[in-house]
């Protein structure tokens, strides 16, 4: 599990122009037409650039801060702490302790201070805020927080104004050419012809100047507002907070310090905070200190990072320093704006400008010559080659308007801007239809993609679940609305033993909201297995106050299980394991019988369960096992979880059911020539059913589990991977690998679609990322860029 977790993913070849090749030929073009408005919405590179060298640099100031910080732990535990003096405003407004104080523990992972404030504990009810209940939801109190400690949001630049658009405009060559041969044309023509006659000339060429700053002005000023607010859609993440006692969802953005966050597997950590309480907590801090390797978060460690991402486990955090004060905003201000990156064509169209530019300007060149030429061979005939007048100057300066008007019209400056717009403009489009496009270049390579490679859970399906089948003390049953049957059928035993596992062995909670109703929060399959448990009568808050969780070991798409251990109300210890039903029934060597009795794992009961495995999924169900192990041994919050040894309870089949359409897109698909294909951690026969309900699986295509998929050799994997149409029970890794086999051995353009985080790596490698946002992690959504 740690090597997976410490595998890059990111060292794919970047498949855009590098930037050497983009300098290169915007230096070329630099004399014709003004760069500067030109690429104004394509990649700064200068900015790009330094941006990435503060970046290094603050980087590596930052890792060895963190460095220096845990390597001094063990001298500080003795010193002596300073006086910390309350600031008079902080204590008015009803806080004991100030911005200042809150992230200079943070980050600096003062232990010292921490102590000092009587740990988080402390520190919570310096912020008037609780563990459990979060801060209060009064408006003034609220008020008076953003005003003591800022809001969740950072520094933005000042959007410039219409008048800055119509100064970068004039910068362009060509007008400056323009502008002073309209002012040659004036004064040459009012000293020969006199006024107004003699402006005509001139004063049209201002006209048409004006009107061309003007006109590309506004049209640089209205794409600037629409990449705003383009950017504010995209930058709208929701999180779990509890708050005045009721946990909900929120925007990052309403975050406060003492608002209490509830952070599971691919969320990014939205502020800067303290550990309350969790389970088996890594966090990717590379993207502040450039380290790889994943650190881990606990009551010792107990410093979170705003920027930082969740690479497994989940916990509770005490939200300490926001906005600009997090050391996430402070590395921001730092930076300038890199800009956005050129899409390919783009890229292929300001070349094709900018070479028939270079030849316009050969052609002008020689035309203005001959012109001249022509002129000067006629005086040269004439005999009075020095007898130069107001006429000659005129036409001399046609001549050179001639010229001009064949480099303005020879240069198609319009190409790259048209793109930008129209791309910017599907973009709004796609918009009105849930569909966020994070960069301009995936509207272009959409349109180029000739393979899908679909996750099956949220994507091809509704992620509405409900448990629809059980076979519990192997007995097979329906689940109707009316559970009062099963529970009459089953021992009063195994139903508390049903209850207990479902109600501690979760990554989702139950609430009540402020209706007063019960509201699930978690993943659907939590949901769907949570009201389950509900409907056979549980409590969910009364069963987690009887139990002690001593330690959980979430979900991990590579594992495909997880794992709880509790301390029962009568001193004895028990683990319970949840996951995909093969690999927990594996690890399982015993059963419960019809009678609730435990009995030996025998072959007759292991095909009874295997057999009503392939049923439910052929069936379409997503299935789970549920197993438990009674630990005679003792067990602490260090030692790992069992992996073998357990009990099986039964097996639970879930109904996800196919989104409308999706049948039909498939079709549509296959006409257009794009081969979808199916990539699910699920069950290979649940997979293939529906890979058949969609029409994506057909009679000359494969079937294929990941561990399968994996153990063949290149030769082997090379003949078969254009063959395969499903891949079951297949791991992060594995979708990676065929993506790009797909990409760079068939020369495949891919498109991979995903709401997890376990499809961020297949993301990453494919050409263009389909993250499902309303269900989607912030790390798959993160890989939306195209490469």
Request: glycine share 8%; with cysteine.
């Amino acid at each position: 599990m740690e090597n997976y977790l410490q595998e890059n993913f990111g060292g794919v070849k970047s498949k855009n122009s590098s930037e050497e090749a983009l300098r290169r030929w915007r230096d070329v073009c630099g004399f014709v037409k003004n760069p500067k408005r030109r690429f104004r919405f394509t990649a700064n590179l200068d900015k790009r650039g330094e941006a990435a060298a503060m970046r290094r640099t603050n980087q590596e100031k930052l890792r060895v801060a963190v460095l220096v910080s845990k390597a001094a732990f063990q001298f500080i535990q003795g010193a002596k702490p300073s006086d910390y003096k309350v600031p008079e405003e902080v204590k008015d407004a009803g806080f004991q302790i100030c911005g200042d104080e809150l992230g200079s523990i943070v980050e600096g992972h003062d232990v010292k201070k921490l102590k000092y404030h009587g740990k988080i504990d402390g520190i919570a009810e310096k912020l008037s805020t609780s563990a459990t209940e979060g801060i209060s939801n009064d408006a003034d109190l609220l008020d008076k927080r953003q005003q003591i400690y800022g809001i969740n949001k950072f520094t933005e630049s000042q959007a410039k104004s219409f008048w800055v658009f119509v100064w970068e405009a004039l910068q362009d060559m060509t007008l400056m050419i323009l502008g002073v041969c309209a002012l040659v044309s004036l004064i040459v023509g009012i000293a020969t012809e006199g006024w107004p006659k003699g402006a005509h000339d001139g004063l049209g060429i201002v006209a048409s100047i004006l009107l061309v700053v003007f006109v590309t002005a506004t049209s640089d000023y209205r794409q600037s507002l629409q990449f705003k607010d383009l950017d504010k859609e995209k930058k709208k993440i929701s999180i779990q907070v509890t708050r005045n006692g009721y946990r909900q969802k929120m925007s990052i953005y309403e975050l406060l310090p003492g608002d209490i966050v509830h952070l599971a597997i691919g969320d990014q950590v939205p502020a800067d905070g303290l550990f309350v309480s969790g389970f088996s907590l890594l966090i990717d801090e590379s993207s502040l200190t450039g380290e790889s390797e994943p650190v881990v978060v606990n009551t010792e460690n107990p410093f979170l990072l705003s920027g930082t991402k969740v690479q497994d486990g989940s916990c509770k955090m005490l939200v300490t320093t926001v906005g600009m004060r997090t050391q996430w905003g402070k590395l921001m201000a730092t930076l300038s704006e890199g800009g956005d990156d050129e899409t390919p064509l783009q890229v292929k169209l300001n070349g094709v400008a900018t070479i028939i530019g270079k030849i316009g300007l050969f052609f002008a060149i020689v035309t203005f010559a001959v012109l001249v030429q022509g002129l000067v061979s006629l005086k040269l005939q004439q005999e009075n080659f020095w007898n130069w007048n107001g006429d000659d100057a005129l036409e001399m300066l046609e001549y050179f308007a001639i010229a001009v008007t064949i480099v303005v019209v020879a240069v198609p400056e319009g190409l790259p801007l048209a793109v930008t717009l129209s791309l910017a403009f599907a973009m709004k489009k796609m918009m009105n239809d849930k569909a966020l496009v994070r960069n301009l270049a995936a509207c272009e390579t959409m349109g180029s993609a000739t393979t899908i490679c679909s996750d099956k859970t949220g994507t091809l399906t509704t992620n509405h679940m409900t448990v629809v089948k059980t076979c519990i003390c192997m007995k097979s049953k329906e689940v109707s609305n009316k559970t009062s049957s099963l529970c009459s059928e089953l021992p009063e035993s195994v139903v508390k033993l049903l209850q207990q596992s479902i109600f501690n062995n979760t990554g989702g909670e139950v609430v009540v909201n402020k209706q007063g109703k019960h509201e699930i929060l978690g993943t659907p399959t939590e949901t769907a297995i949570l009201e389950f448990g509900l409907s056979l009568g549980g409590d969910f808050q009364g069963e987690r106050q009887a139990c002690k969780l001593v330690k959980v070991e979430p979900f991990n798409s590579t594992k495909k299980r997880m794992g709880a251990v509790v301390e029962l109300p009568s001193g004895g210890l028990r683990a319970h394991c949840k996951g995909a039903s093969e690999i927990v029934l594996a690890a399982c060597d015993k059963v419960l019988n019809s009678n609730g009795e435990v009995v030996p794992l025998d072959e007759e009961s292991t095909n009874h369960l295997t057999n009503t495995i392939n049923q439910f999924a052929n069936e379409a169900l997503r299935t789970l096992c549920l197993a438990y192990m009674e630990l005679e041994n003792g067990f602490s919050a260090e030692d790992t979880i069992p992996v073998t040894g357990y009990t099986c309870i039964g097996v639970v089949g879930i109904k996800d059911p196919v989104r409308p359409g999706v049948k039909e897109s498939v079709a549509l698909c296959r006409s257009a020539g794009i081969t979808v294909r199916m990539v699910t951690g699920d069950n290979i026969n649940t997979a293939k059913a529906i890979a058949r309900e969609c029409g994506i699986l057909t009679d000359d295509g494969i079937a294929i589990e990941g561990p399968e998929f994996r153990e063949k050799s290149l030769e082997e994997l090379l003949e078969l991977i254009p063959k395969i149409q499903v891949m079951a029970r297949s791991s992060p890794l594995d979708k990676h690998t065929l993506v790009r086999h797909l990409r760079t051995t068939f020369g495949e353009v891919v498109a991979v679609t995903g709401d997890g985080t376990n499809d961020a790596p297949a993301l990453h490698e494919a050409d263009i990322g389909l993250a499902m946002g309303i269900a989607g992690t912030e790390v798959s959504l993160k890989y939306l860029k195209p490469k």
